[in-house]
């Protein structure tokens, strides 16, 4: 069975680190030497750990057991230091070695949660919002959606209320990636372009570029190619724009993946090699791995069997290097099949089309098939991997049967046979897994949305009561207005009772349209206060008119007049010499 291990990016997902989105340009070994320049001149001191959580971070693609080590030291630093901040700091870089570089997300989830419990501790609210993210992330690799789809909405709630719209963003096209894993690719494409127009708005040209990188891969997966190639050249655009040379290095894999699928080899090795050269440059040797991979596929789709060999070995020397099991045996067993095709041809077919190679004869390419698949077979066996396991058994199965070795081509069959029963109830359990899933998303969603909306009754009855009570004392102070002749008061009371009452009437005006203000205005200041001005301009003529009217019923004509007046001014300076 004819096998090729497609090599392929298909998510970009936002990942927060050290105040930097994870698709931003790594620097690569550049950015490292010039990192470790500055260790020896270091001061033991806050900034010597949060430089080792630096450099532990930047080594994540390049060699992460280095990464490890750095973050590890920063950690140890960061404690005696007593410094929490700097701890979490460098928890945090661990944690992206381990998933990002190693793949180990179990070691990954515990760094992460270990950086979100001291920032929880320390009330440092800007990086848990982060950390929430990552752990997301973490088990959006372990196919647990629900799982983190509840830290994104956490993270989300948590940005909501920063009003930190970057992180929003970020969110949204995260929460796009774990519908795009569902394949429900409209809520994904839903959430992609919500991020993307607030990253617009934003001025956010690196995330605008994620977005539409992640937009295309959804068309791709559709096979509505064009879309996918319009939508990766805008990526393609403003990553070249702003200098993102590890997103320009995804986005050309990406394309020459398109017209890999194509058939369209020479395109897509164009592609390949572009993406191959940034990646050298930036010392990103998960990525190198993956497009050396994917040329060494289309060389053999062209029938350049050395060329394919070449680039395959390349692959492989850098997975084993980086400890990358699953990488490893994907190579092996490539390698494998591209053997097998080797030996269906005829020994002239196979002398023109490998003639880098030894001159060897149809048994040796057999040979070498079943050593390259049995090893990727062992390989997977040790990290209990059974899809690849199950088609690397059915090659060795075939190439025993071209050997005419029946009893071990019927021993490794029914090994693919039972290990395929056991990949089909494995999928059956994972497509089971997926519907409980949505299932599960559902119930969030549902939940979601009541919420708001008794969230939203529960404000609707309480501002209704408070404008009835408003309302209320403003028409209490108008009846005493009106009755305020017919009172016994004085007459600085009465003029206290309307101030009051036009005080009250003017702030339940305002209090009455502000929403309609605010729409009108759209938020903009110089409107709001223009608004309100011509509101004060019209409220204060009425309250010098009711002023006015209040005094004369209070106060008699005969008391102004000006013999009172002056009499009222002797009897006081009589009572003076009185006292005297």
């Not at 979100?116 to 848990?128: F, G, V, W, Y």
């Not at 164009?270 to 440059?281: G, H, M, P, Q, R």
């Not at 060329?307 to 490893?328: Q, S």
């Not at 050593?371 to 058994?393: C, K, M, P």
Request: hydrophobic fraction near 40%.
């Amino acid at each position: 069975m004819k096998y090729k291990i497609i090599f392929l990016v298909v998510i970009i997902v936002a990942l927060f680190a050290q105040g930097q989105e994870a698709i931003a340009q790594l620097r690569g070994e550049d950015r490292i030497d010039s990192l470790l320049a500055e260790l020896p001149r270091a001061k033991k001191d806050t900034n010597h750990a949060k430089l080792l959580g630096q450099i532990s971070w930047e080594h994540y693609a390049s060699n992460p057991d280095k990464g490890i080590e750095y973050g590890l030291q920063g950690v140890e630093m960061a404690k005696e230091l007593n410094w929490k901040k700097g701890e979490s700091f460098c928890y945090n870089s661990l944690g992206v070695n381990y998933s990002f570089g190693k793949s180990d997300d179990t070691k990954a989830l515990e760094y992460y949660l270990l950086a979100l419990k001291i920032n929880e501790e320390i009330s440092n609210t800007d990086r848990i919002a982060a950390n929430l993210s990552n752990i997301g992330i973490i088990y959006q690799n372990l196919s647990d959606y629900p799982k983190a789809l509840e830290y994104y909405f956490k993270a989300l709630k948590l940005d909501s209320e920063l009003g930190s719209k970057s992180g929003i963003a970020i969110t949204f096209g995260n929460i796009g990636t774990i519908y795009q894993s569902l394949s429900d690719y409209p809520k994904a494409l839903e959430y992609y372009h919500k991020a993307l127009k607030m990253d617009e708005e934003l001025g956010n040209s690196n995330g605008v570029a994620r977005h539409f990188g992640n937009i295309g891969i959804i068309y791709q997966k559709q096979n509505e190619f064009t879309k996918a190639l319009e939508y990766y050249h805008k990526a393609l655009d403003i990553f070249k724009e702003i200098g993102n040379k590890r997103g320009l290095a995804l986005n050309l894999s990406n394309i020459g993946n398109i017209y890999k699928k194509q058939d369209q080899g020479d395109k897509a090795l164009k592609y390949y090699y572009e993406s191959l050269k940034i990646k050298e440059n930036l010392g990103n040797l998960i990525g190198i791995a993956s497009t050396l991979g994917n040329i060494g596929i289309t060389y053999q789709n062209k029938s350049q069997y050395s060329k394919a060999l070449e680039y395959y070995h390349k692959a492989l020397k850098i997975e084993k290097g980086l400890e990358n099991k699953l990488g490893t045996a994907s190579i092996l067993g490539s390698i494998g099949d591209l053997y097998q095709e080797l030996s269906l041809l005829s020994p002239n077919q196979a002398h023109s089309q490998a003639r880098k190679l030894p001159s060897l004869s149809k048994e040796n390419y057999l040979d070498s098939s079943i050593v390259y698949s049995a090893s990727a077979v062992s390989t997977l066996e040790e990290i209990g991997e059974l899809h690849l396991r199950s088609i690397f058994l059915n090659n060795l199965a075939d190439a025993f049967v071209q050997k005419a070795n029946f009893e071990l081509a019927l021993k490794y069959r029914d090994e693919y046979t039972l290990l395929k029963d056991s990949v089909f109830n494995e999928e059956k359990f994972n497509d089971l897994r997926k519907l409980e899933s949505e299932r599960n998303l559902i119930i969030m969603e549902r939940d979601k949305t009541e919420a708001l909306r008794i969230k939203t009754e529960q404000n609707r009855q309480r501002n209704t009561l408070q404008y009835l009570s408003i309302g209320f004392v403003v028409v209490l102070l108008g009846v005493l207005l009106l009755l305020s002749g017919r009172l016994h008061m004085k007459e600085w009371m009465a003029r206290a009772l309307v101030f009051l009452t036009f005080i009250f009437t003017f702030e339940f005006i305002l209090v009455m349209i502000d929403p309609w203000t605010d729409d009108y205005s759209e938020g903009i200041p110089f409107i709001k206060f223009a608004i309100n001005m011509s509101l004060a301009l019209i409220i204060f003529p009425m309250h010098q008119y009711f002023e006015k009217r209040v005094s004369l019923k209070i106060v008699k004509p005969d008391e102004l007049s000006i013999e009172n007046v002056l009499a009222d001014f002797r009897e006081k300076k009589q009572e003076k010499k009185s006292n005297k």
